[in-house]
């Protein structure tokens, strides 16, 4: 009964690897996000979908590419990855931006990517 | 204009005293205030949110005080449990967006 859910839920890996992180949510929801928490505990936003429609798309590098094969999964890969992406990423889902009440935002048990 | 900050980064607080983090935004289009609870090796988990409108919001042992006018906000969390460790963020954001723009954290440690 996980309402969002990561895999995996460790990573570690080799600078210049490509890898993906998946999320599903059962929530019915129609938004779904990746925020990445670095290691000072600090979250910010990188991608937000509508329905599989990209609505938010922070200043992050073109490595980084979300995909959302339906309103229910939304992943993310990453090219080329460097040290300095090590971090933990965190899935989240809400109801539809701008319906009532669409502004809760249930987050995953995240993804620790290590890279070294 | 964007930022939310937050303070203390750290709080150490007795069983049953009071916990008071505190959050300060400058962007006044903010509309949607929430409260994360984040435990260690856990995602955050939404514990309590206001809108501008109204200046508290109670629920259990948690209330949000909100000054509209000094554009800020706090948490109380009254007789704070050792349960009750966890970093905790406020947030704020233009609800009809989806974007969340998360304070610092407060790193909560409550003595038995």
């Known amino acids: 009964d996980t309402a969002v859910s990561q895999t995996p839920k460790y990573l570690v890996t080799q600078m210049g690897n490509d890898k993906s992180i998946k999320c599903e949510q059962n929530?019915?929801?129609?938004?779904m996000y990746w925020y990445k928490q670095d290691s000072k505990k600090f979250l910010k936003i990188m991608f937000s979908?509508?329905?599989?429609?990209?609505?938010i798309n922070e200043t992050v590098p073109n490595r980084f590419s979300p995909k959302s094969p339906d309103k229910a999964h939304l992943n993310l890969h990453i090219n080329s990855l460097e040290l300095g992406d090590s971090a933990v990423y965190f899935c989240?889902?809400?109801?539809?931006?701008?319906?009532?009440?669409?502004?809760?935002?249930?987050f995953g048990p995240g993804t620790r990517l290590t890279v070294t | 204009q964007q930022q939310v900050k937050q303070s203390p980064q750290s709080l150490i607080v007795q069983k049953g005293g009071i916990s008071i983090i505190n959050c300060a935004y400058e962007?006044?289009?903010?509309?949607?205030f929430p409260w994360y609870q984040q435990f260690p090796g856990k995602g955050p988990a939404l514990l309590i949110a206001?809108?501008?409108?109204?200046s508290e919001k109670k629920e259990g042992r948690f209330t949000i005080s909100f000054n509209k006018s000094a554009k800020q906000f706090s948490l109380h969390i009254m007789d704070s449990q050792p349960g009750d460790s966890a970093t905790y963020f406020c947030?704020?954001?233009?609800?009809?967006?989806?974007?969340?723009?998360f304070g610092q954290g407060t790193t909560l440690q409550v003595k038995p």
């Open positions: 989240a889902s809400s109801p539809l931006v701008g319906r009532q009440g669409a502004y809760e935002q249930y």
């Open positions: 929530l019915g929801h129609d938004t």
């Open positions: 979908y509508n329905n599989k429609e990209l609505i």
């Open positions: 962007n006044t289009a903010f509309d949607y």
């Open positions: 206001i809108r501008p409108d109204v």
């Open positions: 947030a704020a954001s233009i609800s009809n967006t989806g974007k969340l723009i």
